[in-house]
């Protein structure tokens, strides 16, 4: 079947993703695009971009007819769905098959068939494959809780719940089918058990149009925030832990799985019978083209069915870093109907993947929003690529400059490492967070680091409870330490005052803080978001730098960009280098120490910016969706007072203590700015002391 050029419909990373392999295989490309992202990297990579008026993913990327239309008008003769969205839309596939373009994805039915949960587990249960058991939200009892609410339609965690008592079922059903509508346009939902601290194992799957099935390999992506994947790898480490019992791994797995027809049940590897499982699944569909099998796993190497995506992952970058394919050129092969050989290649090495998101783990996860100022991910990070030696890739949907808006997912970028052992991987992915340059949003980097450095994580240890059990207050602190933060901003305060210098128009060439006479030192004063207010005291004299509670600094050097500062220490000094970068007030210090990021504090406060004790201020930018209280009404600490709607999910406003609700300054259907005051809960005498 003839391609020649591919239009995407999608957006941010998922487009730059295919547009990269379409470029290496000489096709052209089309974008679609919102208002909201007018500027976005993947419009300006494309070979042409069409125009979706509105902003909203329902005006917009989920609107099938505007991107059939769109494929026609720019001369495309393929539509790729990428992951999200449209993705594993019926009504979509089928119109982009009628409208004579080529669909690269699975067939129709295929879809149809996983597209609801609920019947994608009957007929995985009638196939064979292990499944949990539906319940039916109507009559869940005590004795079944936990529960897992799952929206049927969709994945990435919208409309998912976990309740643990009866009295909330009710409203967290309710939450759950309205975030899966405007996730979806679906508000299906169906409930099934709940386990604490289950490992999600997933299988890449690749079949062709001509009967054959491959089973790729499989994923471990048990690491979650509100069921959304954080990290990833390949190999799986419970099925090498398994398997490893058994004298198996990837190379023992590789064999097996050239070996033919799968042997029977006594005896069988987990990665066997995980590998049969996924076959039978594909199989019994009549699938086509690359999709994945999820499973729920226990620690004895049990396994039951979730969904089938019938689609690429987002985290297939992993499966390709082991195997050597790229998987969306084999998407489109298989949708031009080229054979796959009879085997997959062998899989080799340890691969992992963080997904690096625009959010605050340390507040409840709250999505960030604003200019990504820089993001530069260290170690030679290449982008797209599929690694066939130790290293770093990098897929971003965004550049230095772009804006991370409210209306989609706040995930900045996946960064996924390549090693020949598990332990290698995962030194140089946490090096790599390390050292990056991400100026502009607050981000779960340290998050990231902490993780992959976790003695637990390296053990293997990992699953859906990880961050409940290890602590998300330790797991999202800051990675560098109080002293070295101190040492930071003494850089900040030097290269803050040579820019100044840069820029006076009278006795620039004198030294900086330069007296006649022995004055007061010079002062800067900063502030950071989780250490508070800091004040720098410093004074240049002719002996050397004298710092306020630092003894022994040396100054080598201090331009407006950069220090270096020659550190003591109980076995002798250390010269330390640090990169200092400035947007307005936002100052960002970057070292080996680790990344610093403060606002610089004026020396004069304005009154005017003084904010009523007890506000409620919007944490982001969104629409207010519901309302909890009125004016006048008493309300008790953590009390809802409203609900936002951003980045596709819910989030709760909540009152900061008891008292009384005097102020509530938005209505239903509002849209509000980050840092807007929503309401002020006046306290009561006794919470005040």
Known sequence: MHMSTVLVANRGEIARRVFATCRRMGLGTVAVYSDADAAAPHVAEADAAIRLPGITP???????????????????????????????????????????????????????????????????????????????????????????????????????????????????????????????????????????????????????????????????????????????????????????????????????????????????????????????????????????VEFLADDRGEFYFLEMNTRLQVEHPVTENTTGLDLVRLQLQVAQGRRLPANPPAPHGYSIEVRLYAEDPAHDWQPQSGTVHRLDIGLGADEFEVLDRPGIRLDSGVVDGSVVGVHYDPMLAKVISYGDTRDEAARLLATALRRARIHGLVTNRDLLVRVLEHPAFLAGDTDTAFFERHGLENLSAPLISAADEQLSLVAAALADAEYNRSRARVCAGLPSGWRNLPSQPQSKSYESRTSGKHEIRYRLTRAGLEVEGLDGLELIEATPISVTLRVPGDRGAVRRRFEVARYGDLVAIDSPLGPVTVRRLPRFADPTEHIAEGSLLAPMPGAVIRLGAGVGERVAKGQPILWLEAMKMEHTIVAPGDGVLAELNVVAGQQVEVGAVLAVVQADENTQE
């Open 58 to 292: 329902g005006e917009t990327y989920l609107r099938g007819d505007l991107i059939i239309e769109a494929a026609l008008a720019a001369g495309a003769d393929a539509i790729h769905p990428g992951y999200g969205f449209l993705s594993e839309n019926t009504d979509f596939a089928r119109s982009v098959v009628a409208a004579g373009l080529t669909w690269i994805g699975p067939p129709v039915t295929a879809i149809e068939q996983m597209g609801s949960k609920v019947e994608a587990k009957k007929m995985m249960d009638a196939a064979g494959v292990p499944v949990l058991a539906e319940l039916n939200p109507a009559e869940v009892t005590a004795d079944m809780l936990p529960v897992l609410i799952k929206a049927s339609a969709g994945g990435g965690g919208r409309g998912m719940r976990v309740v643990r008592s009866l009295d909330e079922l009710p409203d967290q059903l309710e939450a759950a089918r309205r975030e899966a509508e405007s996730a979806f346009g679906d508000p299906t939902v169906f409930c099934e058990r709940y386990l604490e601290t289950g490992r999600h194992i997933e299988v890449q799957v690749m079949a062709d149009t001509h009967g054959t099935v491959w089973a790729v390999g499989e994923r471990e992506c048990s690491i979650q925030r509100r069921h959304q994947k954080v990290v990833e790898e390949a190999p799986s480490p419970l099925v090498e832990r398994i398997d490893g019992m058994r004298g198996s791994g990837p190379q023992a797995a590789a064999e097996r799985n050239h070996a033919g027809p799968p042997r029977m049940p006594d005896g069988r590897s987990m990665r066997e019978r995980l590998f049969e499982a996924a076959r039978l699944a594909a199989a019994a569909i009549g699938y086509e083209g690359a999709g994945t």
